[in-house]
């Protein structure tokens, strides 16, 4: 019986449904939605929340979305080149942070970020100079930065002091506050 209850109710508001004004019957015939407009929401900001949450491939989505948004310029560069260093697709990381930084050399994140690509390929000498390059640029204002700089400079000086101070990850720097920090070697 309650069942029956039931099925009567829902037919009852299927019959209401169908005889709305809305729906896909405007009165000139069946019509589809049309295509959704551009999206209000940064994907940028998106991907650096997931990036903070440790949903890296999600993040690079976002970015992946932002850039289609707008454009592959610095910021889309350096997140996407951030995303693929954390997912530990080096090489492609390394390109896109090539690009950030050949479009805009003042930008001292990406320059930090490259810098961290390189100590994790074992590029020790090139890294140094790149957290060199950040450390200038960002007139030594970070303290990320900073402390890249350092353990890369100790790493130079001594190729052993790696593996006696795992505890201490280089850290990836974005633009505006907050920072990744590298947990461990892909």
Not at 7 to 20: H, Q
Not at 67 to 88: E, P
Not at 96 to 104: F, G, M, N, Q, Y
Request: net charge negative.
């Amino acid at each position: 019986m309650q069942l029956f209850r039931v099925g009567a109710l829902l037919a009852a508001l299927a019959a209401l449904a169908a005889c709305s004004a809305g729906g896909l019957n405007r009165g000139d015939g069946v019509f589809a939605p049309g295509v959704a407009g551009q999206s209000d929401i940064d994907g940028l900001i998106v991907g650096h929340r997931l990036m903070a949450a440790g949903e890296y491939e999600l993040a690079l989505e976002a970015y992946t979305r932002a850039a289609g948004q707008q454009g592959l310029n610095v910021d889309t560069l350096s997140a996407l080149g951030s995303a693929n260093l954390k997912l530990g697709r080096l090489g492609q990381a390394e390109r896109l942070l090539r690009r950030a930084v050949d479009e805009d050399p003042s930008f001292a994140a990406a320059w930090n970020n490259l810098g961290v690509i390189l100590m994790e390929r074992g590029n020790t000498g090139e890294a140094v100079r790149i957290f060199r390059r950040a450390f200038a640029t960002d007139s030594g204002q970070s303290e990320q930065i900073r402390d890249n700089l350092r353990l890369a400079l100790a790493k130079f000086d001594d190729p052993g002091y790696s593996e006696a101070n795992e505890n201490e990850p280089f850290q990836l720097v974005r633009r505006g506050t907050g920072d990744y920090v590298i947990l461990a070697a892909p």
